[in-house]
């Protein structure tokens, strides 16, 4: 039996073999949390999941929050220089009416930010 095109390796646990490259998925739940890798040999998914413990996981750092100018930079140096010209400018008036939002938290911008921010600009409209 398949599920998201991964199959059960028989008498495995937790480790499953994609039915088109046939590299194998370790999973693994390990204080409430899950983790999961791929490999290429059933050898080194057994052993990654019977040494894997929480302490031997990388812990994320905190998030840094990320503003609307950042974003609007990081647009400009990586994602413009692949784009027509004319998209440029479609992105460069968008950004003119939303630049009073650029030192927001792009995880605070959402649907009821932009209301109040078109409600207080109604006029300009």
Same mark, same amino acid.
């Given at each position: 039996?398949s599920?998201?095109g991964y199959?059960?390796?028989?008498e495995? +646990?937790?480790i499953?073999?994609?039915?088109t490259?046939?590299?194998?998925?370790?999973?693994?739940?390990?204080?409430?949390?899950?983790?999961?890798?791929?490999?290429?040999s059933?050898t080194?998914a057994?052993?990654?999941?019977?040494n894997?413990?929480?302490?031997?996981?990388?812990?994320l750092?905190?998030?840094k929050?990320?503003?609307?100018?950042?974003?609007? +930079?990081?647009m400009?140096t990586d994602?413009f220089?692949?784009?027509? +010209?004319?998209?440029v400018?479609?992105?460069?008036?968008?950004?003119?009416?939303?630049n009073?939002?650029?030192?927001?938290?792009?995880d605070e911008? +959402?649907?009821s930010?932009?209301?109040?921010?078109v409600k207080?600009?109604?006029?300009d409209?």
């Amino acid at each position: 039996m398949s599920k998201n095109g991964y199959a059960k390796v028989k008498e495995e +646990i937790g480790i499953y073999q994609n039915t088109t490259s046939r590299n194998f998925l370790a999973v693994k739940k390990v204080k409430g949390k899950n983790f999961q890798k791929s490999f290429k040999s059933l050898t080194k998914a057994r052993s990654w999941r019977k040494n894997l413990n929480e302490e031997s996981q990388p812990s994320l750092a905190p998030c840094k929050k990320v503003t609307l100018k950042q974003v609007w +930079i990081s647009m400009q140096t990586d994602h413009f220089p692949c784009l027509a +010209i004319s998209t440029v400018a479609v992105w460069k008036r968008r950004y003119l009416l939303l630049n009073q939002l650029e030192n927001t938290p792009m995880d605070e911008i +959402i649907p009821s930010t932009i209301k109040a921010w078109v409600k207080k600009n109604v006029d300009d409209f």
